[in-house]
């Protein structure tokens, strides 16, 4: 796989992906720091497992609802989904 597959796989710059990489970072150092931040986390549900962002326009719901009730109120993410689509939806 080339950096710049893996960057965009990943969810980040392909520059910050190069940078962390001459820096020295190891593989796991790298997919570890991503974990931490929502923005660069992958969510299941179901059979499919996106980006924070992904599930927010698959969902319809605002992008920084969702990102605040997983990473502000660290609620996991099907309690996080149940809220924003009860204050969301359109029904």
Not at 58 to 67: K, M, R, S, T, W
């Amino acid at each position: 796989m080339m950096a710049i597959d893996a960057a965009t796989a990943l969810g980040i710059e392909y520059g910050t992906l190069l940078q962390r990489i001459s820096n020295g970072w190891s593989h796991d150092k790298i997919l570890a720091n991503l974990n931490k931040n929502p923005r660069h986390r992958f969510f299941e549900m179901g059979n499919k497992t996106l980006l924070l962002k992904d599930w927010a326009r698959e969902l319809d719901v605002p992008y920084h609802a969702l990102y605040r009730l997983v990473a502000k109120n660290q609620l996991d993410f099907p309690t996080a989904v149940s809220k924003a689509l009860k204050k969301y939806s359109n029904s």
